[in-house]
């Protein structure tokens, strides 16, 4: 079976070069880089970039061997499509704009988009007018690149779960937005509101780019080991239900904490369990 395991950023220590995260991606089992945009001043320069910039780092990726196909952009958590601030608002649309065009000269197909209408804000009638407003606008700019979007279910109740992160997806009905789903912040959702979690992610067929594999428990939803004895992230039937709807891009989120100094050992223990998981959903699938 082919498909293809990717390491989150910011799994490896703050500060290091390029090149170094790119040979840790390697020697540690994982098959590509996600970049993160997240709200850091020092991560959202990256979008200002010269294109001249943003190219040079693809072909660092390439002399890794490493692509980068996907980047999670968090930075709409502080900066959403629906704030009531109409600055905020126009900020939003520029770091889509910008994170797109920046996918355009690095060589990324994937924008994972986090699902907020606001986050530091209370949301209303408005927020969700003004979120599905800006986001169709980011539809079409990305349909224009060539980029495709897809939504990170999230912790909040604005979208957490498939059914709607869907009626967004439908709303604005582009080829170019779809879902990137969590399948930890998923199946929290599902013992939240007493559904099966992947009847839920079935709700997505046809709209699933990728999917997040990351460790969670009831009210918890990152920080977490994965195999944690406490956590219950469905992973083999998610993933096999991610293969039957034809995804193969998967990628493990987890975070570095600081003071740990075998971060090495576990961002290889997390590739192997997760290549585990993969290939066990596969071969109950019979690929």
């Given at each position: 079976?082919?498909?293809?395991?990717?390491?989150?950023?910011?799994?490896?220590?703050?500060?290091?070069?390029?090149?170094?995260?790119?040979?840790?991606?390697?020697?540690?089992?994982?098959?590509?880089?996600?970049?993160?945009?997240?709200e850091t001043d020092?991560?959202?320069?990256?979008?200002?970039?010269?294109?001249?910039?943003?190219?040079?780092?693809?072909?660092?990726?390439?002399?890794?061997?490493?692509?980068?196909?996907?980047?999670?952009?968090?930075?709409?958590?502080?900066?959403?499509?629906?704030?009531?601030?109409?600055?905020?608002?126009?900020?939003?649309?520029?770091?889509?704009?910008?994170?797109?065009?920046?996918?355009?000269?690095?060589?990324?197909?994937?924008?994972?988009?986090?699902?907020?209408?606001?986050?530091?804000?209370?949301?209303?009638?408005?927020?969700?007018?003004?979120?599905?407003?800006?986001?169709?606008?980011?539809?079409?700019?990305?349909?224009?690149?060539?980029?495709?979007?897809?939504?990170?279910?999230?912790?909040?109740?604005?979208?957490?779960?498939?059914?709607?992160?869907?009626?967004?997806?439908?709303?604005?009905?582009?080829?170019?937005?779809?879902?990137?789903?969590?399948?930890?912040?998923?199946?929290?959702?599902?013992?939240?509101?007493?559904?099966?979690?992947?009847?839920?992610?079935?709700?997505?067929?046809?709209?699933?780019?990728?999917?997040?594999?990351?460790?969670?428990?009831?009210?918890?939803?990152?920080?977490?080991?994965?195999?944690?004895?406490?956590?219950?992230?469905?992973?083999?039937?998610?993933?096999?239900?991610?293969?039957?709807?034809?995804?193969?891009?998967?990628?493990?989120?987890?975070?570095?904490?600081?003071?740990?100094?075998?971060?090495?050992?576990?961002i290889s223990a997390?590739?192997?369990?997760?290549?585990?998981?993969?290939?066990?959903?596969?071969k109950e699938l019979?690929?």
């Amino acid at each position: 079976m082919e498909y293809s395991l990717g390491l989150y950023e910011k799994a490896i220590p703050v500060g290091m070069s390029f090149p170094k995260m790119f040979d840790i991606t390697r020697e540690c089992g994982f098959d590509r880089f996600e970049i993160s945009i997240d709200e850091t001043d020092w991560r959202q320069e990256r979008l200002d970039w010269s294109a001249e910039k943003q190219r040079e780092l693809a072909v660092l990726s390439r002399a890794a061997e490493v692509p980068i196909r996907t980047m999670c952009l968090s930075g709409h958590r502080k900066w959403p499509f629906g704030s009531h601030d109409e600055a905020t608002r126009k900020r939003s649309v520029e770091m889509m704009r910008k994170a797109i065009e920046f996918c355009v000269n690095a060589g990324i197909s994937i924008i994972q988009l986090a699902g907020y209408d606001v986050y530091y804000e209370e949301g209303d009638e408005d927020t969700r007018a003004w979120f599905l407003e800006n986001l169709t606008d980011a539809a079409y700019y990305a349909a224009r690149w060539g980029v495709v979007l897809a939504f990170e279910t999230m912790e909040t109740p604005f979208m957490d779960t498939m059914k709607k992160t869907m009626a967004y997806v439908d709303k604005v009905g582009s080829p170019w937005l779809g879902v990137y789903p969590d399948i930890g912040n998923l199946k929290n959702a599902a013992v939240l509101y007493g559904h099966d979690v992947v009847d839920d992610l079935k709700l997505g067929a046809g709209h699933i780019f990728a999917i997040h594999l990351k460790e969670t428990k009831p009210g918890l939803y990152r920080d977490m080991d994965f195999g944690d004895p406490t956590g219950h992230t469905e992973y083999v039937r998610c993933i096999r239900a991610g293969l039957e709807m034809g995804v193969r891009t998967f990628t493990g989120e987890f975070w570095h904490q600081k003071g740990t100094e075998n971060y090495l050992e576990k961002i290889s223990a997390a590739s192997a369990f997760l290549r585990d998981k993969i290939e066990t959903a596969g071969k109950e699938l019979g690929i």
